[in-house]
């Protein structure tokens, strides 16, 4: 049952029953904690995607609900300050697709040959590609520096997010529900955060995570 059917339910209402439907109306538009991602933040407030409900959500820092939109397929972003939304695609300087053509520039000197995912840092930035090895998907990932070398590198099985802080020279990866950000200068492993649902640097270099047990956070 969705939230206007909840909510012509209960007009007029009394008793038990009643008091079970305000509890789901009081639950309804609150995002669940599994399924979250966040598609864009800054220090004010956050953009989430509620996937199991196909809803855009806008969240202030303090995880308060802002406004709740259906889906839409060009996307979202926030406006001058979030959560306010500006719909439409964020522009990138990274596409996916052949290494020679997603940088604008010279590629990366890595043994990947295409890019499913990337993400370009202050410095330096990351890419993975995915295989599809039967009904096993491959995900090998590569950071590289601000020169084009590959400094780090691991391959996994599943999907593996990639994000890229563009204020400062880090990457980020999630495997499962691990979070590991690498130093895209020196290859060093910065800091592990486990219980990550998914993450986005915001635009002062904040990490800002969706924990799986549900909550948004800046780190």
Known sequence: ??????????RGGSGPLFLTFLLLLAA?????PAGMRVVDADASGAIVLDIPHREYVGLRRD???VWRQPVRPDGVTCQAQCPEAKWGKASTSCTTGRLDI??????????????????????????????DQGRQRTSRVRVFDPAGSVIHRVDSMGEVPII??????????????????????????R?????VESARYD????????RTEGG????
Do not use: F
Request: glycine fraction near 12%; aromatic fraction near 6%; include cysteine.
């Open 63 to 65: 995880a308060s609900q």
């Open 28 to 32: 309804c538009g609150k995002p669940d």
């Open 191 to 195: 800091r592990t955060l486990t219980g």
């Open 216 to 219: 948004i956070a800046w780190l």
């Open 164 to 189: 890229a802080d563009p204020a400062t020279p880090r990457v980020a990866y999630l495997i499962g529900d691990e979070l590991t950000e690498i130093d895209a200068v020196t290859g060093d492993r």
């Open 1 to 10: 049952m969705h939230c206007p059917d909840l909510a012509a339910v209960t």
């Open 203 to 210: 635009t002062t270099g904040a990490l800002v995570v969706w």
């Open 102 to 131: 997603r940088l604008g520039r010279r590629p990366p000197v890595t043994d990947l040959t295409y890019a499913s995912a990337c993400g370009i840092a202050n410095g330096g930035g990351g890419i993975v590609a995915q295989y």
